[in-house]
T-cell receptor, first 112, second 116 residues
């Protein structure tokens, strides 16, 4: 069975601070990895994804994530956050049959 | 990107009644859709995988007779919560696979169900 662990449940940062959200997964086979974002009152949206190739993946709005296979990790980063990045972020893994398993989510609050 | 529409976005029902939630893929065909439930301060929990033209596959611990799933067409899956109880109150989200090789999941806006 696949599982996802997100280390930070609630993060508060000032604008322009750097962000790194931890994500570890467990699965015995090949996985696809995702970060989703949910802005207040909106749908879940895909931020970025990793299927294969370059382990450093760039997504929308200046976010990136690095897949480190040896550590089973897929941490999300942004060099300088903005107030508009306030949202909830979910790491997710899709293994067999494309069933997507989500982490518990991290609420990010950016203070102007 | 692909659009998934979920209806209704909010519903309040009385205990003992049934509620149907629809999930539609608006601009693509989806042979596979997923239904999730989100508990407060918890992650989205996969309830079942809905396959067009066949029976849904339920996750362990999910009552298939209580949460009826029908995927009668390539653009519509429905989740019916039967004989609803207050503990069924939750946020339900569907997703559909789209994109090249149907590997990307797009989500509906979710349905807030309150059972009184």
């Amino acid at each position: 069975a696949q599982s996802v662990s997100q280390h930070n449940h609630h993060v508060i940062l000032s604008e322009a601070a750097s962000l790194e959200l931890g994500c570890n997964y467990s699965y015995g086979g090949t996985v696809n990895l995702f970060w989703y974002v949910q802005y207040p009152g909106q749908h879940l949206q895909l931020l970025l994804k990793y299927f294969s190739g370059d382990p450093l993946v760039k997504g929308i709005k200046g976010f990136e994530a690095e897949f480190i296979k040896s550590k089973f990790s897929f941490n999300l980063r942004k060099p300088s956050v903005q107030w508009s990045d306030t949202a909830e972020y979910f790491c997710a893994v899709a293994g067999g049959y494309q069933k997507v398993t989500f982490g518990i989510g991290t609420k990010l609050q950016v203070i102007p | 990107g692909a659009v998934v529409s979920q209806h209704p976005s909010r519903v309040i029902c009385k205990s003992g009644t049934s509620v149907k939630i629809e999930c539609r893929s608006l601009d693509f065909q989806a042979t596979t859709m997923f239904w999730y439930r989100q508990f407060p301060k918890k992650s989205l929990m996969l309830m079942a995988t809905s396959n067009e033209g066949s029976k849904a596959t339920y996750e362990q611990g999910v009552e298939k007779d209580k949460f009826l799933i029908n995927h009668a067409s390539l653009t519509l899956s429905t989740l019916t919560v039967t004989s609803a109880h207050p503990e069924d109150s939750s946020f339900y989200i569907c997703s559909a696979l789209a994109g090249r090789s149907a590997t990307e999941a797009f989500f509906g806006q979710g349905t807030r169900l309150t059972v009184v």
